[in-house]
């Protein structure tokens, strides 16, 4: 029997959507791109990242579908997916389509046996938006939407508490 992974892959947007894809442990993460991208849908053929974290989600290291950086991590087929994501606690950001931008946080269910050789979607759970929604990529807060602004912030990001004993009518 083979060792199986299943894997959470959890779309970044306001809503709950995700689908569990069980996959071989020996996969690569270009295996798992393929299956993340058949789970949801979503136009084959598209370029693509994962992106280690933390945590708290921050995006860290790329390691893309063709690895261009010779200092980078390498390209997805180089990786396989027991190595970076069998065990708890372990999680990937991946970004699919880089003009759509779909962002899925990639994060480890469980390990178990199975003898299925392709990918398939143990669990679904939300409807996928018909456009990607738009992620903002914060450094250290992880990731965020472009609609989670403070209320009391006008558009570039100061609110009135900023204004404190300041005025205009000195002028």
């Known amino acids: 029997m083979k060792t199986r992974l299943t894997l959470r892959a959890i779309l970044h947007c306001p809503d709950d959507v995700f689908r569990d894809i069980a996959i071989d442990s020996a996969a690569s993460l270009e295996d798992l791109h393929h299956a993340v991208a058949a789970a949801y849908r979503l136009e084959a053929g598209q370029m693509a990242s994962f992106y280690t974290t933390d945590d708290q989600w921050t995006q860290l290291d790329e390691i893309p579908l063709i690895a261009m950086d010779p200092n980078g991590l390498g390209a997805m087929s180089d990786h396989v997916l027991d190595r970076i994501l069998g065990s708890p606690g372990k999680r990937l950001i991946f970004v699919y389509d880089f ?22 979607v143990t669990l679904s759970y939300g409807d996928r938006p018909k456009e990607a929604p738009d992620p903002e990529f914060a450094g250290e807060g992880g990731l965020a939407y472009a609609d989670d602004e403070d209320e009391e912030e006008d558009e570039y990001g100061f609110d009135e508490e900023d204004l404190d004993g300041y005025s205009s009518d000195a002028w």
């Not at 962002?103 to 469980?110: G, L, S």
């Open 99 to 120: 003009l759509a931008m779909w962002t899925f946080m990639i994060e480890f269910v469980r390990q178990d046996e199975g003898d299925q050789d392709q990918a398939q």
